[in-house]
């Protein structure tokens, strides 16, 4: 099969699949759980082989034409390395959570709904991924999004609705500003293709003011989007009260191709940015890691601290990113891979703890985790990996991230980094302390035993999470190096 | 040029409304007024004196058109506006019905 007919499989299949839930999922008891996972699955091997045929391409990217008229007028797919890249990681959480989901998501009573506007955010987020056309992005960005703030709001509750309610207004007010940015840009290159706005901005007379303009615009978008730490506020809230594998999925890959990917894309590849950028990256994102660290400390409500955590994360992928340097993108881009493993993980621990003992908070639960044998361990892997402890995945990219920042002089950033790991470490010890190894208060017989779909998610990302450091390992590099090399444009 | 201003003024206004407005109503207009403002902004852009709609026929000359794009593309973004309003006006109407109240100030569940 050509690679260029593989591309639009991965917008239409999701596509399908949710139609197919909506039309079979009333009437066939178990079809919606049997077409998710059959789809999600699909997409997992359809993303692999991608990456495997593009590294056999001369140049490492592919180019899809769809209904072309003239040139000028088609819509563009396309494929390269950082697209490789986030394509296999999308798919892999999608597949992981879509299996927890047919557990989990007994509590709730609409489970064809529930799948379909899943599929629907798995395919926005797929279209944001491969297009290489600046308002297609736009276009598929709002698919993913409407379909978030509408499961974000899926349990109908007051507290729900509330958060789902705020997203909507933030990222409603995001999306304008990147439409403005997106038409500032039209208005100066005549062009919506990403790599002609790229080579229009490169080779015409513009103002650099206008450029600046649409640059602020679209730093304050696509950060509402990413959740980078003066934007954050919406993200608590939105995280903490979808269902489980919900968050899982906002937090591990969400907030990173709506916002993290975008922002890469637009800043290196079409701006063609330059130092100034940068250092407005550098400077948020050590600010997201301290300040949204400390916030997670104090934070009584499991799911919420994770939530904080995110936050956190994040602003180490954003430093890395914005360091510039070659080593400091890989370590960018290793602890993306590496959070969108740990973060759905320890989602779906706090979903399971939720199955189990009907609460998310820290101290109704005291206890509530010892006898709950899966759930503990695989809790121990992602507490102590996304902490940084030396065997684990998390660990590695952490240290890439500070070695690049001692190397580029930014020693002030690197003491960040480190501070923030060890909040992370003490925020994550003390759900550990508390829910997982005190005893318990009560009737500990009241916990439920977790179906096995739960089970078998969470063992998998544990496992994942182990084997994490092995990708710096030569032949494995590749997949990260093929994506550095796109936003380093060598 | 003073058109591009007024538009962005316009897109200034809707994001007071956003900001500063307690009522969920009247943030939901804000909204609305910041999407239209885009869209003007794009039909603005395409827009060209003198020049006809870009319709091809047979027996007529045709000297200068007006862009295309941007009235394709504000098609498509009206659509997705009617898509996110239609869900905010939905949740709002949810949100009536569990606190009693449109004023923002008094939704207050979740907070840390």
């Not at chain 1, 879509?98 to 379909?116: C, H, Q, R, T, V």
């Not at chain 1, 503990?376 to 990996?385: D, H, R, Y």
Request: charged share 10%; proline share 3%.
């Amino acid at each position: 099969m050509n690679i260029s007919d593989i591309l639009p499989l991965f917008i239409v299949v999701p596509i399908v699949s949710a139609c197919l839930i909506l039309l079979f999922g009333k009437f066939l008891k178990h079809s919606a759980g049997f077409i998710i996972f059959i789809s999600s699955g699909l997409m997992i091997g359809l993303s692999v082989y991608a990456r495997i045929l593009l590294s056999s391409i001369p140049g490492k990217m592919v180019v899809a034409k769809i209904v072309g008229i003239a040139p000028y007028l088609s819509i563009n797919m396309m494929l390269d390395g950082l697209s490789g890249f986030m394509l296999v990681i999308v798919n892999t959480a999608a597949f992981f959570t879509a299996i927890y989901s047919i557990g989990y998501i007994e509590k709730y009573n609409d489970k064809p709904k529930f799948f379909s506007l899943f599929s629907l955010m798995v395919c926005g987020l797929n279209g944001v991924i491969i297009n290489g056309d600046i308002f297609n992005l736009f276009v598929f960005l709002e698919v993913a999004s409407l379909a978030s703030y509408s499961l974000v709001a899926f349990g109908i509750e007051a507290e729900e609705l509330e958060a789902s309610f705020k997203y909507a207004i933030m990222g409603s007010v995001a999306s304008s500003f990147i439409l403005l940015g997106i038409a500032f840009l039209y208005s100066m290159t005549s062009t919506l293709d990403m790599s002609g706005i790229a080579s229009g901005l490169a080779n015409g007379h513009y103002s650099g003011l206008a450029v600046l303009f649409a640059a602020v615009l679209f730093m304050a978008g696509f950060g509402l989007k990413a959740a980078i730490m003066p934007f954050h506020a919406w993200l608590p809230d939105a995280h903490s009260s979808a269902p489980a594998s919900i968050s899982a999925m906002l937090s591990g890959v969400l907030i990173k191709t709506l916002g993290v990917y975008t922002l890469s894309r637009i800043f290196f590849t079409v701006l063609n940015s330059g130092t100034g950028y940068l250092s407005v990256f550098m400077f948020l994102g050590a600010i997201s890691i301290v300040i949204a660290g400390l916030l997670a400390l104090s934070q009584m409500n499991f799911k919420r601290l994770l939530a904080y955590s995110s936050i956190s994360q994040i602003g180490y992928i954003i430093l890395g990113l914005g360091l510039g340097t070659p080593l400091g993108i890989f370590g960018g881009l290793f602890h993306l891979l590496n959070h969108s493993v740990f973060k759905p993980l320890l989602f779906l621990n706090a979903g399971a703890l939720d199955y189990s003992a009907h609460t998310k908070d820290i101290e109704e639960a005291k206890g509530c985790g010892k006898a709950m044998t899966v759930t503990n361990k695989t809790n121990l892997i992602g507490a102590l990996s996304i902490s940084g402890i030396p065997p684990f995945s998390g660990f590695f990219s952490k240290l890439i991230i500070i070695i690049a920042c001692v190397q580029a002089r930014h020693l002030g950033y690197a003491f960040c980094a480190v501070i923030g790991s060890i909040f992370t470490l003490c925020a994550l010890m003390k759900v550990r302390k508390i829910v997982f190894l005190s005893d318990a208060k009560e009737k500990s017989s009241a916990i439920k035993d977790i179906p096995w779909s739960m089970k078998f998610s969470m063992v998998c990302l544990a496992i994942m999470c182990v084997l994490g450091g092995l990708m710096l390992l030569p032949p494995m590099r590749v997949f990260i190096q093929d994506a550095v090399n796109v936003l380093l444009k060598v | 040029m003073s058109l591009y201003f007024l538009c962005f003024i316009l897109f200034c206004v809707g994001l007071y409304g956003v900001l500063r407005k307690r009522s969920v109503v009247k943030i939901i207009i804000g909204i609305a007024i910041m999407s239209y403002s885009v869209n003007l902004f794009f039909v603005v852009l395409g827009y060209c004196k003198n020049a006809r709609s870009p319709i091809d026929s047979a027996n007529q000359v045709i000297t200068s058109t007006v862009d295309p794009v941007p009235q394709a593309i504000v098609l498509t973004s009206i659509i997705i506006g009617l898509g996110v309003m239609l869900l905010l006006i939905a949740i709002a109407g949810k949100l009536y019905s569990k606190y009693g109240t449109f004023d923002i100030t008094k939704m207050k569940k979740l907070k840390g």
